[in-house]
């Protein structure tokens, strides 16, 4: 395929993660190859995020020819809509897709993002059993940037300083309330600031394997992804605790929106819905009600271009989701 400048453009295939703390943007090309990747704040506004990520993509469309588009995470309805996704799926099958291609092997899945965590169990490249946490924040990256920030460092120099503890302190991880007072604590009580994190990282893996772990056959080879696999005192805290290796693949922080990508040239349609990198500023808005039609009383949301409805959706009955309809696919 050409472009208009008449040069012969890539095939490639876009994965958009739009989650409650990040969303993540990734183009590769037919071999499912990374091009570029865009990590951004979601910021809670996702349709402004939208647009800034493909902006970010768009000095690729003279060279690239999208062939399909994914979409998953939290917000992944909307962002199907909004770019014209090809295919839309769940958090749990996009991470799965992605460490099965790029990690050979993988039978174990560890990710963690901003605000929930999830266990994966594969055999044979296939889900065959998961656990999800979107109860208790211990453990997740905004309960690590918000004790990063109490104890004034750089959240990125976090996993590093927690590699240089000698005595790990014994930190509460049951719950994220009970970590932070008891890691205030051993502060008062003089530890130093390494055996502390180094002690919070084991205490917020023993919360991560009591919660997701029971009854699961956690086996080698076991994958480190999401937002948190950077830190690296919590790669050698699962390490300690699983007694294996734990692997980090390149694109850790991405991952959920690269097995989008991968999902979406799974599906190899004959013409991509994709709209273009060019998101027109400003034409899709949303909006919420509360239906009052059953003692259910869902709360719909809604979003429109103009005075077009285009979808609805959170309904249970499918009164207000079925026409127009955005569909998982």
Same mark, same amino acid.
């Given at each position: 395929?050409?472009?208009?400048?008449?040069?012969?453009?890539?095939?490639?295939? %876009?994965?958009?993660?739009?989650?409650? +703390?990040?969303?993540?943007? =990734?183009? @590769?090309?037919?071999? &499912?190859? #990374? *091009?570029?990747?865009?990590?951004?704040?979601?910021?809670?506004?996702?349709?402004?995020v939208?647009?800034?990520?493909?902006?970010? %993509?768009s000095?690729?469309?003279?060279? +690239?020819?999208?062939?399909? =588009?994914? @979409?998953?995470g939290? &917000?992944? #309805? *909307?962002a199907?809509?909004?770019?014209?996704?090809?295919?839309?799926?769940?958090?749990?099958?996009?991470?799965?897709?992605?460490?099965?291609?790029?990690?050979?092997?993988?039978?174990?899945?560890?990710?963690?993002?901003?605000?929930?965590?999830?266990?994966?169990?594969?055999?044979?490249?296939?889900v065959?059993?998961?656990?999800?946490?979107?109860?208790?924040?211990?453990?997740?990256?905004?309960?690590?940037?918000?004790?990063?920030?109490r104890?004034?460092?750089?959240?990125?120099?976090?996993?590093?300083?927690?590699?240089?503890?000698?005595?790990?302190?014994?930190?509460?991880?049951?719950?994220?309330?009970?970590?932070?007072?008891?890691?205030?604590?051993?502060?008062?009580?003089?530890?130093?600031?390494?055996?502390?994190?180094?002690?919070l990282?084991?205490?917020?893996?023993?919360?991560?394997?009591?919660?997701?772990?029971?009854?699961?056959?956690?086996?080698?080879?076991?994958?480190?992804?999401?937002?948190?696999?950077?830190?690296?005192?919590?790669?050698?805290?699962?390490?300690?605790?699983?007694?294996?290796?734990?692997?980090?693949?390149?694109?850790?922080?991405?991952?959920?929106?690269?097995?989008?990508?991968?999902?979406?040239?799974?599906?190899?349609?004959?013409?991509?819905?994709?709209?273009?990198?060019?998101?027109?500023?400003?034409?899709?808005?949303?909006?919420?009600?509360?239906?009052?039609?059953?003692?259910?009383?869902?709360?719909?949301?809604?979003?429109?271009?103009?005075?077009?409805?285009?979808?609805?959706?959170?309904?249970?009955?499918?009164?207000w989701?079925?026409t127009?309809?955005?569909?998982?696919?």
């Amino acid at each position: 395929m050409e472009s208009k400048r008449g040069h012969l453009r890539l095939k490639g295939y %876009l994965g958009i993660d739009v989650g409650s +703390v990040t969303a993540k943007f =990734v183009l @590769t090309d037919e071999a &499912g190859e #990374v *091009l570029e990747a865009v990590y951004l704040r979601t910021r809670g506004r996702p349709l402004e995020v939208l647009e800034e990520g493909m902006a970010r %993509l768009s000095r690729w469309a003279d060279r +690239v020819a999208v062939a399909g =588009v994914g @979409t998953t995470g939290s &917000g992944r #309805v *909307l962002a199907g809509l909004v770019v014209g996704a090809d295919v839309v799926r769940n958090e749990i099958t996009a991470h799965a897709a992605a460490a099965a291609r790029f990690v050979p092997g993988a039978r174990t899945i560890l990710e963690i993002g901003g605000q929930d965590s999830k266990l994966i169990i594969l055999s044979g490249g296939r889900v065959v059993d998961f656990a999800m946490n979107t109860v208790c924040a211990a453990g997740t990256g905004s309960f690590l940037d918000q004790q990063a920030a109490r104890l004034s460092i750089p959240v990125e120099d976090f996993g590093k300083i927690a590699l240089e503890s000698k005595m790990p302190v014994r930190i509460a991880g049951r719950c994220a309330v009970f970590a932070e007072t008891d890691m205030i604590h051993k502060q008062q009580m003089g530890h130093s600031l390494a055996d502390i994190l180094a002690g919070l990282c084991q205490a917020l893996v023993r919360n991560y394997l009591n919660n997701l772990a029971k009854g699961k056959d956690v086996r080698d080879k076991v994958v480190f992804q999401g937002g948190v696999a950077a830190n690296a005192g919590m790669r050698r805290a699962f390490e300690e605790a699983l007694g294996c290796s734990v692997h980090v693949p390149p694109h850790y922080g991405e991952m959920g929106a690269l097995g989008a990508a991968l999902l979406a040239r799974e599906a190899r349609k004959a013409a991509s819905g994709f709209k273009g990198f060019d998101l027109a500023r400003g034409a899709y808005r949303t909006g919420c009600f509360n239906c009052n039609g059953c003692a259910n009383e869902c709360e719909v949301v809604e979003v429109s271009q103009g005075s077009t409805v285009l979808a609805r959706w959170g309904d249970r009955c499918g009164k207000w989701s079925r026409t127009p309809r955005v569909a998982e696919a």
